[in-house]
T-cell receptor, first 113, second 116 residues
Framework: GENVEQHPSTLSVQEGDSAVIKCTYS??????FPWYKQELGKGPQLIIDIRSNVGEKKDQRIAVTLNKTAKHFSLHITETQPEDSAVYFCAADSGSTLGRLYFGRGTQLTVWP | SAVISQKPSRDICQRGTSLTIQCQVD?????MFWYRQQPGQSLTLIAT?????????ESGFVIDKFPISRPNLTFSTLTVSNMSPEDSSIYLC?????????????FGQGTRLTVV
């Protein structure tokens, strides 16, 4: 099955700085790569996703890039704010079962005011 | 996005007992999944809940411990049986594809289970 690696496990930035989280995956059949934000006591919330036919996608302060050849994708958050503090998970689909995801281990992002 | 109601939101249970978690979706979905998130860890898939047939379990998870029902396209239950403290986790229901979307997976708020 798919193996998703995520780095770093913790990330601390000053408010206004950028944050970058990187993930790699193993299964070349994966075509869908979502990112989730999980706040304390809540379920994961989809914040952005990218499909294999696209190299980059942006939504306001959040962007995701995908390098399918190298099998890695990254989340970029610019102008970080304290409310961005949360655990972020990357994921990759199974390539065969719609909706079934493989998750990275998560990154605890802390944004200091 | 999908509206997923998961109940209960949290519970504290005695070891040896069982707890059934419910997941209700506001629209018919093809796939429903149950994940476990142990403290400080990532999400691990327990099983895929199939409508009209037995659930498909991932390696390390068995039906006797985690029986699942899926009576229709909007509802599923997960039971955690004969609980031990090691079962203390967040249990999450996920659905996909949702309506006309083909890939997105959405999650309920989770059930935070503590076994004492």
């Amino acid at each position: 099955g798919e193996n998703v690696e995520q780095h770093p496990s913790t990330l601390s930035v000053q408010e206004g700085d950028s944050a970058v989280i990187k993930c790699t995956y193993s299964d070349s059949a994966s075509n869908y790569f979502p990112w989730y934000k999980q706040e304390l006591g809540k379920g994961p919330q989809l914040i952005i996703d990218i499909r294999s036919n696209v190299g980059e996608k942006k939504d306001q302060r959040i962007a995701v890039t995908l390098n399918k050849t190298a099998k890695h994708f990254s989340l970029h958050i610019t102008e970080t704010q304290p409310e961005d503090s949360a655990v972020y998970f990357c994921a990759a689909d199974s390539g065969s079962t719609l909706g079934r995801l493989y998750f990275g281990r998560g990154t605890q992002l802390t944004v200091w005011p | 996005s999908a509206v997923i109601s998961q109940k209960p939101s949290r519970d504290i249970c005695q070891r040896g007992t069982s707890l059934t978690i419910q997941c209700q979706v506001d629209s018919q979905v093809t796939m429903m999944f149950w994940y476990r998130q142990q403290p400080g860890q990532s999400l691990t898939l327990i099983a895929t809940a199939n409508q009209g047939s037995e659930a498909t379990y991932e390696s390390g998870f068995v039906i006797d411990k985690f029986p699942i029902s899926r009576p229709n396209l909007t509802f599923s239950t997960l039971t955690v049986s004969n609980m031990s403290p090691e079962d203390s986790s967040i249990y999450l229901c996920s659905v996909g594809p949702y309506r006309l979307q083909t890939d997105e997976a959405f999650f309920g708020q989770g059930t935070r289970l503590t076994v004492v």
